[in-house]
Every structure is written in structure tokens, then in C-alpha cells.
Nanobody, 121 residues
Framework: QVQLTETGGGLVQAGGSLRLSCAAS????????VGWFRQAPGKEREFVAA????????HYADSVKGRFTISRDNAENTVYLQMNNLKLEDTAVYYC??????????????WGQGTQVTVSS
């Protein structure tokens, strides 16, 4: 059974940094696309960043470009989201997801339980 577990959330002041981790069991991450999503209170879940199964293929939402970086550690079967220069609007529950790529488009079939990120002023 595939399980994704996010860690690393917390409370941070605006301008600070956090690194989220998403560890997988039951699936080899490097064979699949991995994405980070977030959902703020009262809002729909939105895409944040993704890494394809091929090296160096990454995508970011415009709102986080230049501040967030997605990376993999295949030896640890873990994906990270480094978040720098955090803003109040980054406050949300962050989820990681994994899935196969079809014609370059990911279909996320497994999701983690989420980790809370709260940015304070």
C-alpha cells in the first residue's frame, strides 16, 4: 500500500523559511511525478509545484516562483519543498501527491494527509 507522509510544517514569521518533506512508502518516487498543493481556509486546493519523473523537470505556480524549490532525494525516497521568503498568503495546509505521467501530464493517485504552514506578520 502506498503512503505519503508530509512533515516540516509549522509557524514562521513573514520572510522566513521552511522545508517540507514528503516521504513515500510502497512506491519508488523517482518513477512518478510528485506535486505539492495547498489549501487555505475557505479556498480551493491549488497547485504549488511539481517534479516530473525525469530529472530537472519542474513546474511552479506563478505565486511561488523564485521563492519555492521542489527537489528529490531518491536514496531517501523523499521529495522536499523548500519555501523561502514566506508571505502571509502562503498560509495553508500543504499536501504532497504522487502519480504516473501520461503524455507528460500527471495523474495524482496518492495524497498525503497534509501539513499546516502558518505565516505570521
Amino acid at each position: 500500500q502506498v503512503q505519503l507522509t508530509e512533515t516540516g510544517g509549522g509557524l514562521v514569521q513573514a520572510g522566513g523559511s521552511l522545508r517540507l518533506s514528503c516521504a513515500a512508502s510502497g512506491r519508488t518516487f523517482e518513477d512518478y511525478a510528485v506535486g505539492w498543493f495547498r489549501q487555505a481556509p475557505g479556498k480551493e486546493r491549488e497547485f504549488v509545484a511539481a517534479a516530473g519523473s525525469r530529472p530537472h523537470i519542474t513546474h511552479y505556480a506563478d505565486s511561488v516562483k523564485g521563492r519555492f524549490t521542489i527537489s528529490r532525494d531518491n536514496a531517501e525516497n523523499t521529495v522536499y519543498l523548500q519555501m523561502n521568503n514566506l508571505k502571509l498568503e502562503d498560509t495553508a495546509v500543504y499536501y504532497c501527491a504522487s502519480g504516473p505521467l501520461t503524455m507528460g501530464v500527471p495523474s495524482y493517485d496518492y495524497w498525503g494527509q497534509g501539513t499546516q504552514v502558518t505565516v505570521s506578520s
